[in-house]
């Protein structure tokens, strides 16, 4: 694979069964409390795994740290909150690397198996195909309220928990049902990401808005004024891209582009067998089991959102 449509991880075959799936992603803290802010960072983490069709085997930690300033109590709790996350996901934190920073950044390498037929690339969706989210949006909208002192407590533990949330179900219902594309949704938001999705492929996405997952409190937040500066880069930078209807409220517009943390995984799955998808979700217990649109053919690869 190339790196011409930014994809979730690298992939290298051992053999002609089985293929490494390597990722890292560490950042500084999207919550205060530092065993929460371990939970976040770890999910995060291993989230590429999950969207390439991969089991997680091990992993490491990558960790800068102010020492002097926070203390080993502090970094204690970062490592317990990323090693609690790497055991409901089966696997154990085999060592990492630390540095001396002013700023605390947190971590991990994630090391998986995939076969190397079954790997899932964030292109190969049809036209037809269902797009399927597996977390509720708005969840950099809410943080930026939470670093704020501008979210209440039940909001705040919601949209941690979202965060800390593996993907680890999801991806085991995708991999038994079978679809034709996956990537998780990041920093580029629902629509940076999906358009990834379409690069170079000739096919759109319609999209309806009151589809989409949002988070209880975030067009609250966007009313009251309070949004993160990357989710208006991204509604700007990806704006080519997006055709909104005249119905669609700013709010929502701005949901779309809303910058994630850990988010849900984005699904291309054959019309045929997208029943079967939601249900297996749900038997799981995703987060969210969203049917959000349908991939289409678009020679300007365009994202319509409708009203």
Same mark, same amino acid.
């Given at each position: 694979?190339?790196?011409?449509?930014?994809?979730?991880?690298?992939?290298?075959?051992?053999?002609? %069964?089985?293929?490494?799936?390597?990722?890292?992603? !560490? /950042?500084?803290?999207?919550?205060?409390?530092? !065993?929460? !802010?371990?939970?976040?960072?770890?999910?995060?983490?291993?989230? %590429?795994?999950?969207?390439?069709?991969?089991?997680?085997? /091990? +992993?490491?930690?990558?960790?800068?740290?102010?020492?002097?300033?926070?203390?080993?109590?502090?970094?204690?709790?970062?490592?317990?909150?990323?090693?609690?996350?790497?055991?409901? +996901?089966?696997?154990?934190?085999?060592?990492?690397?630390?540095?001396?920073?002013?700023?605390?950044?947190?971590?991990?390498?994630?090391?998986?198996?995939?076969?190397?037929?079954?790997?899932?690339?964030?292109?190969?969706?049809?036209?037809?195909?269902?797009? !399927?989210?597996?977390?509720?949006?708005?969840?950099?909208?809410?943080?930026?309220?939470?670093?704020?002192?501008?979210?209440?407590?039940?909001?705040?533990?919601?949209?941690?928990?979202?965060?800390?949330?593996?993907?680890?179900?999801?991806?085991?219902?995708?991999?038994?049902?079978?679809?034709?594309?996956?990537?998780?949704?990041?920093?580029?938001?629902?629509?940076?990401?999906?358009?990834?999705?379409?690069?170079?492929?000739?096919?759109?996405?319609?999209?309806?808005?009151?589809?989409?997952?949002?988070? %209880?409190?975030?067009?609250?937040?966007?009313? +009251?004024?309070?949004?993160?500066?990357?989710?208006?880069?991204?509604?700007?930078?990806?704006?080519?891209?997006?055709?909104?209807?005249?119905?669609?409220?700013?709010?929502?517009?701005?949901?779309?582009?809303?910058?994630?943390?850990?988010?849900?995984?984005?699904?291309?799955?054959?019309?045929?067998?997208?029943?079967?998808?939601?249900? +297996?979700?749900?038997?799981?217990?995703?987060?969210?089991?969203?049917?959000?649109?349908?991939?289409?053919?678009?020679?300007?690869?365009?994202?319509?959102?409708?009203?």
């Amino acid at each position: 694979m190339g790196h011409e449509t930014g994809d979730d991880a690298a992939v290298y075959r051992l053999s002609d %069964d089985q293929a490494l799936v390597e990722t890292l992603d !560490f /950042f500084p803290p999207v919550v205060d409390d530092p !065993f929460q !802010f371990g939970r976040v960072a770890a999910a995060n983490a291993f989230s %590429d795994v999950y969207a390439m069709g991969g089991r997680p085997i /091990f +992993a490491l930690n990558i960790l800068c740290f102010p020492m002097k300033a926070l203390g080993h109590e502090v970094l204690a709790r970062v490592l317990a909150g990323g090693d609690s996350v790497a055991a409901e +996901a089966g696997v154990s934190v085999l060592g990492g690397h630390s540095v001396d920073d002013d700023v605390p950044k947190y971590g991990m390498v994630v090391t998986g198996l995939v076969h190397p037929d079954r790997v899932l690339q964030n292109t190969g969706a049809k036209a037809g195909d269902a797009l !399927f989210l597996t977390k509720p949006l708005g969840s950099g909208i809410l943080t930026t309220a939470l670093k704020k002192g501008k979210l209440d407590d039940v909001r705040a533990e919601r949209v941690i928990a979202i965060m800390s949330e593996l993907n680890k179900s999801a991806a085991e219902a995708m991999m038994e049902i079978g679809v034709n594309a996956c990537t998780d949704v990041t920093g580029f938001g629902l629509a940076g990401h999906l358009h990834e999705m379409l690069a170079k492929t000739g096919l759109g996405a319609d999209l309806e808005a009151d589809a989409l997952p949002i988070l %209880d409190g975030v067009q609250q937040t966007l009313d +009251a004024g309070i949004c993160p500066g990357g989710t208006r880069r991204n509604l700007e930078f990806f704006g080519t891209w997006l055709e909104f209807d005249d119905a669609v409220p700013e709010w929502q517009r701005l949901v779309v582009a809303d910058a994630q943390t850990s988010g849900g995984l984005l699904i291309a799955c054959p019309p045929e067998r997208a029943d079967a998808l939601a249900a +297996a979700l749900q038997e799981r217990g995703t987060s969210a089991t969203a049917r959000i649109g349908t991939f289409v053919e678009n020679a300007d690869e365009h994202i319509r959102i409708r009203a």
